[in-house]
């Protein structure tokens, strides 16, 4: 079982940047997907960015695309979250997520892969 705990969230006003870290209690040498999920008020968690550690193409949500940057740093054992051009409808609380695969790419796209879920970290942009 990974365990995952969020940082870095904050209240930032539109235009403005944050990084998202997850700091993972197991190696990221491995195989697994891991990605960033969001829920904001009264709405359906959804899938912002996946990655796997193994290598290949991340994969955003298309309205994230160009904004949000997804990355593993194994020296850290850590899953970021570079978000840049902050808008008032990316507030949401942000979580991110680890599951075993054997497979990379548009596998972790699926959210059944995801098995371990950190408590997430709140992020709020004022406009």
């Known amino acids: 079982q990974v365990q995952l705990v969020e940082s870095g969230g904050g209240s930032v006003q539109a235009g403005g940047s944050l990084r998202l870290s997850c700091a993972a209690s197991?190696?990221?040498?491995?195989?697994?997907?891991m990605g960033w999920f969001r829920q904001a008020p009264g709405k359906e968690r959804e899938r912002v960015a996946t990655?796997?550690?193994?290598?290949?193409?991340?994969y955003y949500a298309d309205s994230v695309k160009g904004r949000f940057t997804i990355s593993i740093d194994n020296s850290k054992n850590s899953l970021n979250l570079q978000i840049n051009s902050l808008k008032p409808e990316d507030t949401a609380m942000y979580y991110c997520?680890?599951?075993?695969?054997?497979?990379?790419?548009?596998?972790?796209?699926?959210?059944?892969?995801?098995?371990?879920w950190g408590q997430g970290t709140q992020v709020t942009v004022s406009s």
């Open positions: 997520a680890a599951g075993y695969s054997s497979y990379g790419g548009s596998y972790c796209w699926d959210v059944a892969k995801y098995n371990n």
């Open positions: 197991a190696y990221l040498y491995s195989w697994y997907c």
């Open positions: 990655i796997w550690t193994r290598g290949g193409n991340a």
